[in-house]
């Protein structure tokens, strides 16, 4: 049985094959244990970051609960507004191409289904967790995690499960720095000071300083919280020199685009850098698609924001 959508004393966790992605791998059992250990004790002391919203909390009992009906679901959701607001925007966004808009609450728990509701409401959570934890980067963070989630989405097939699993990887795809800045928030700053972009260098100077990086700190949470193993795999992964599987490649293009959106660049260059990515030797995206789509992300990403 999963765990509640809260970090806490996790018990006997699931082991998994950790190795230095971002680096050469580590075959041995001793450093494997190692890093497990490491992720465990980091899950622990970093406690008082899942406490998530009363709403959320509801929402993922009720989507447990095999007696639980659609209207249930409806009425956790409903307990917060703003998180409600939000569900129904992304019931528009990941279903773009429909003719009608979802117009009411019960109509986006509906459409989305019991575990993307679940799913979607702890992204928003975490992500909106950046506002208490990351003082003047939780906007930076935000923006990342919203822009990353919106290309997942529009790169899918408008309404299928791969778009709603990109929404929410998206939206948690960084949150293991999250966790980290909560453990020690000085250490991070000064790891971010050399490498102020989530990228391959910062994965590695994370494994030096923590022991794990915030892909693995990441997926082993969410794991336990019991998110989808698609999800759960492709945030794990997302910093792979070359991904293996469309999820993770969809994440790492995700990623990399934000992070251009951000900056300013134009489509025309974001265009360029995604068409020959290792990301997109997987995806086989072409140029006119990527640019259709590309323009679609800018007002997306406005409609999720301001998020707090």
């Given at each position: 049985m999963s765990s509640s959508p809260v970090f806490r004393k996790p018990g006997i966790a699931k082991r998994h094959s950790?190795?230095?992605r971002c680096s050469r791998p580590i075959p041995q059992e001793a450093a494997v244990v190692a890093t497990e250990t490491r992720l465990d004790a980091a899950l622990r002391e970093a406690g008082e970051l899942g406490i998530m919203p009363a709403a959320v909390t509801e929402i993922d009992r009720v989507a447990k609960d095999p007696r639980s009906s659609l209207k249930n679901l409806e009425t956790a959701v409903a307990l917060d507004p703003m998180l409600a607001a939000r569900i129904l925007k992304f019931a528009n966004t990941a279903h773009y191409g429909r003719r009608r808009t979802i117009t009411d609450l019960r109509q986006a728990?509906?459409?989305?289904?019991?575990r993307t509701v679940r799913d979607v409401a702890i992204g928003m959570a975490v992500a909106a967790r950046a506002n208490e934890v990351m003082d003047a980067k939780a906007?930076?963070?935000i923006q990342h995690s919203v822009y990353t989630a919106v290309i997942g989405t529009v790169m899918e097939v408008s309404g299928s499960q791969a778009a709603n699993d990109a929404f929410v990887s998206g939206l948690l795809h960084n949150m293991?720095?999250?966790?980290?800045v909560?453990?020690?928030s000085d250490k991070y700053a000064r790891l971010e000071a050399h490498?102020?972009?989530g990228n391959t260098a910062r994965c590695m100077m994370e494994q030096v300083a923590y022991g794990f990086n915030h892909a693995d700190l990441a997926a082993e949470c969410l794991d336990r919280w019991g998110l989808p193993g698609r999800v759960v795999h492709a945030i794990r992964h997302h910093h792979d020199p070359t991904p293996r599987d469309k999820a993770t490649a969809?994440?790492?293009?995700?990623?990399?685009?934000?992070?251009?959106?951000?900056?300013?660049d134009r489509i025309g260059e974001i265009i360029r850098v995604a068409i020959d990515s290792d990301a997109n030797r997987v995806l086989g995206i072409g140029k006119e698609k990527l640019n259709a789509r590309f323009r679609q992300v800018p007002s997306l990403f406005r409609?999720?924001?301001?998020?707090d």
């Open positions: 950790l190795t230095h728990v509906l459409t989305l289904g019991m906007e930076q963070f293991g720095g999250l966790i980290m909560n453990l020690d490498h102020p972009k969809l994440l790492a293009l995700g990623d990399q685009a934000a992070q251009q959106f951000l900056e300013g409609a999720f924001m301001p998020f």
